[in-house]
């Protein structure tokens, strides 16, 4: 590796330098994936991460060429997950920067978890795309192990759209209310509570990445109502970052979830039936979203179903921490 680098720790001031990195890596790595600055300061720049700890930026001169983040989201249930996340300069691959970002990662994340939930097993992640294997190549050479994995779906809207079956009589579908918000992530814990990877979300963590995100689209979200509470939901999103890079304007299913009690009455199905016609009337050309590409759960195969193909997939690879 060349040993002029600048090793340190991102700062706020470097934000613009990552979008350029983001983007730079972007043109090779086709992930779909845009941030602008703005979506940038809202993932870098929160309460529940502090850059000075859980951050590497590697510099050549002036310019930014790599960086890692480390991060927990959400509350403990049964491991306390931690997330690495990171790209390196396409022009500075093959030289050993993603393997010292990576290591210096690993380190972090192990500390995190002997610092805060030694009690519980931790689980550290990393989800490379299948189509790099440059990136698959490095987390497995530092031992990590696959364990999920998961598909972008995509589907277009000028294709023929489905015709959205009508809800039970006792079921209303409603339209998503800032009134409802704390009853809706009480809810969403509860319908993702055996759902691979999902983490309980405390009204922090809802807010910064569900409902109070800026890519959040309140207009095009739906609740299930049953006597006056909610039991289902369907929460989407808008990253105009992705507009602009690709020009395709995208309607993003971020969660759907029923009530197990409320399940396979066709909610979901009817849920998503409806956001493909109001992403449609918005003016979108397409729905996309990730999923778990093993759960034995519904939602690959309602989205089948409904003419959402996989696009993209990736896996997660972790290393397993053990209680102490
Ligand atoms: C996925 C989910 C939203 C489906 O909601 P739902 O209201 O049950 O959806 P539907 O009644 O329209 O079910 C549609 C199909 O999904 C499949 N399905 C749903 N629940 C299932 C279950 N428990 N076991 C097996 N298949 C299931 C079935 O194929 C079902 O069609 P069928 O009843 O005609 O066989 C719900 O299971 C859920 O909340 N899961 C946890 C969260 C999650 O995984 N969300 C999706 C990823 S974001």
Known sequence: MSNHLLWRALSRADIPAVARLLDESERVDETSEHYDAADLAEEL???????????????????????GVVRVRGLVRDVHVVELWGTVHPGYRGEGVGRGILARQLHRAAALHAERHPDVAGRIVVRPYDHCPDHVRLVRAAGLTPLRHWFDMERD????????PPLA??????????????ELRLVYNNAFAASFG???QDREGWAQW???????RPDLSRLV??????????LSYFYEADAVADGHQEGWIGQVGTLPDFRRRGIGTTLIGQALH??????????????????DIGGLCIYSRLGFRV???RTSFVRVLPVR
């Open 45 to 67: 720049d929160d309460e529940t991460l502090d850059l000075a700890t859980d951050s590497v930026a590697v510099f050549d001169g002036q310019e930014l060429i790599g960086m």
């Open 157 to 164: 809207l000028s294709d023929p759209l489905p015709d959205v």
């Open 169 to 182: 009589h006792d079921l209303e579908a409603v339209p998503y209310s800032a009134a409802r918000d704390g």
């Open 198 to 200: 999902a983490v309980e």
């Open 210 to 216: 569900f409902t109070g995100s800026r890519a959040f």
């Open 225 to 234: 109502l049953h006597d006056g509470r909610v039991v289902a939901f369907l």
């Open 278 to 295: 109001a992403y449609r009337q918005a003016g979108f050309s397409r729905a996309v979203l990730d999923v778990d590409g093993e759960s």
């Open 311 to 313: 696009a993209r997939k």
